[in-house]
Every structure is written in C-alpha cells, then in structure tokens.
C-alpha cells in the first residue's frame, strides 16, 4: 500500500539535544511538507520541498533543519535552538505544485524531558 | 494574505442530528478548498475537496459547496455518528508555482450516543 510513514511515533528530548524525526513515502511524490500542530492552533509550515536537493523555509523555520537527498526521504531535525519544541509533527507530500490534495503522515509527538 | 476562518469548537451533538461546520476563507484569484479530516492521535486525511465556484464536495456523507460570492465553504452532513467524532480543518490552495495550503484552526467535534 502506497503511503507516509512517520518515526518514532513518541519522541522524547533532552535539554540541548538535537533530534530527528524521520518521513517516508512511496507515493512518488515530488513535494513533501513538514507542519507543527499545537492545540487550538492549526498546522504551520516549518519547511517544504519541491524536489530533491530543494528545499524552503515555511513560516516558523527557526529552529528547525532539513534535507532532501532522495525523493521518498525529508527528515526533520529539531535542533537546540528550537526553545518550544513539545508539538504534534506532521509530515505530508503531493503530487506538486498546483492544487492538489496533500497527504499526511501518522505524525510524530515530541516531548521535552 | 490568505486566512482562513473556522467556527470554534467543541461542537457536540448527539447521533443523528445535522452538523454544520462554518468556513469562510480570504484568497486572491481563484483557489481550491478543502476538508481535512483528523481522528485522536492520527494525521489529517482529506475529506473533500472544491476547485471551482459552485463545486459541490462530497465524501462518507459530508458536502460542501464552494460559494465564491460569500467567500464561504460550509461543512454539512444529514446525520452523525459516533464514528464521525473528530477534529475537521478547512484548508484553501492557491496555484502558481509553490502550492501554499492555509488551514484554518480546526473544529472538534464530539457526537454522543
């Protein structure tokens, strides 16, 4: 079955820790999309891609890294500097540009200790 | 810019009864709408979606038409169930290079038996 797979589904995060949730798909698509979600706020972009080797920021960036070395693959590493990273984090692909429907990920929860 | 606006939540209703979620959007030009759908602890999935002025969604029951003249893309379905207990994001698209999807914040919804 064609779809996104998210990882670990639980993360948890260390004072000064870099971490990396990672995002798969197999739905041979070009762009792919990371979101936060906390409560009562809806998703913002944190960063998206297009193709392989491209990516851009979003809106809260900062804080956040990524990569996109082969097309089914868009890891994302909250970094030391991220200071609220506790969120629900989504990752989502499609087809490409335009207006096409996007494609979510379980999600990954992160969780400061 | 593009916003787009959702009744708050919680809306509970019992079994049966008729829901109406309210959405009205702010876009440029001419984008497409959508319904994303989340269950507890899960991604969104889409629910559906409209391209164009005076397209009619329709999915598992749900319907939404795409009202140009009131900016507007309302939620409707005849008769809940339990089952349809959920977060619902309205989402708008605009083409042109980079497919930027704005969400609104999300309506829960809790259907009793």
């Known amino acids: 079955d064609g779809g996104i797979t998210q990882s670990p589904k639980y993360l948890f995060r260390k004072e000064g820790q870099n971490v990396t949730l990672s995002c798969e798909q197999n739905?041979?698509?070009?762009?792919m999309y990371w979101y936060r979600q906390d409560p009562g706020q809806g998703l913002r972009l944190i960063y998206y891609?297009?193709?392989?080797?491209?990516?851009q920021k979003g809106d809260i960036a900062e804080g956040y890294s990524v990569s996109r070395e082969k097309k089914e693959s868009f890891p994302l590493t909250v970094t030391s500097a991220q200071k609220n990273p506790t969120a629900f984090y989504l990752c989502?692909?499609?087809?490409?540009?335009?207006?096409?429907?996007?494609?979510f990920g379980p999600g990954t929860r992160l969780l400061v200790l | 810019g593009n916003s787009v606006t959702q009744m708050e939540g919680p809306v509970t209703l019992s079994e049966e009864a008729f829901l109406t979620i309210n959405c009205t959007y702010t876009?440029?030009?001419?984008?497409?709408l959508f319904w994303y759908v989340q269950y507890p602890g899960e991604g969104l999935q889409l629910l559906l979606k409209?391209?164009?002025?005076?397209d009619k969604g329709s999915n598992k029951g749900f319907e939404a038409t795409y009202r140009k003249e009131t900016t507007s893309f309302h939620l409707e379905k005849g008769s809940v169930q339990v089952s349809d207990s959920a977060v619902y994001f309205c989402?708008?698209?605009?083409?042109?290079?980079?497919?930027?999807?704005?969400f609104g914040t999300g309506t829960k919804l809790q259907v009793i038996p």
């Open positions: 989502a692909s499609s087809i490409g540009s335009g207006k096409e429907t996007q494609y």
């Open positions: 739905l041979n698509h070009d762009a």
């Open positions: 891609s297009q193709i392989v080797n491209d990516f």
């Open positions: 876009a440029t030009g001419y984008p497409s």
């Open positions: 409209a391209t164009k002025a005076d």
């Open positions: 989402a708008l698209s605009n083409s042109g290079g980079y497919q930027k999807v704005t």
